[in-house]
């Protein structure tokens, strides 16, 4: 049988209400899950409160992102995987060349 995959809701911690509240604070809720509700009860704000909060124009018309869970573990297999104790990468080792070198015109370059 297959299971349906319901959305979950953001966790609410109840806190007191701060002095200052920010858009981005409410915009960061927002993107969790947390709703306007899920936001008033966070923030212990009276309902009115929430209402005004959400008249701003960085904030009118925002809404809470849905929070969906895969019921499987999707796994990506086309990465490679590398060794969180690799202290160095290996590398090609070059010869180089110390010596002087002539030209048609007999003159001398010095390469290093």
Do not use: C
Not at 9 to 21: D, F, L, M, S, Y
Not at 23 to 31: A, G, H, P, R, S
Request: proline letters at 4%.
């Amino acid at each position: 049988m297959i299971e349906a995959n319901e959305p979950t809701e953001g966790t609410v911690v109840k806190q007191e209400t701060p002095a200052q509240i920010t858009t981005t604070q409410i915009i960061q809720d927002l993107e969790n899950g947390i709703d306007r509700t899920g936001i008033q009860t966070k923030y212990g704000l009276e309902s009115w409160e929430v209402k005004q909060m959400f008249q701003h124009p960085t904030l009118k018309g925002k809404k809470a992102k849905k929070v969906r869970k895969l019921s499987f573990e999707f796994v990506d297999d086309t990465v490679e995987t590398v060794s969180p104790n690799q202290t160095s990468i290996p590398v090609e080792t070059t010869e180089t060349f110390h010596g002087t070198v002539e030209n048609d015109t007999n003159t001398q370059f010095t390469q290093f």
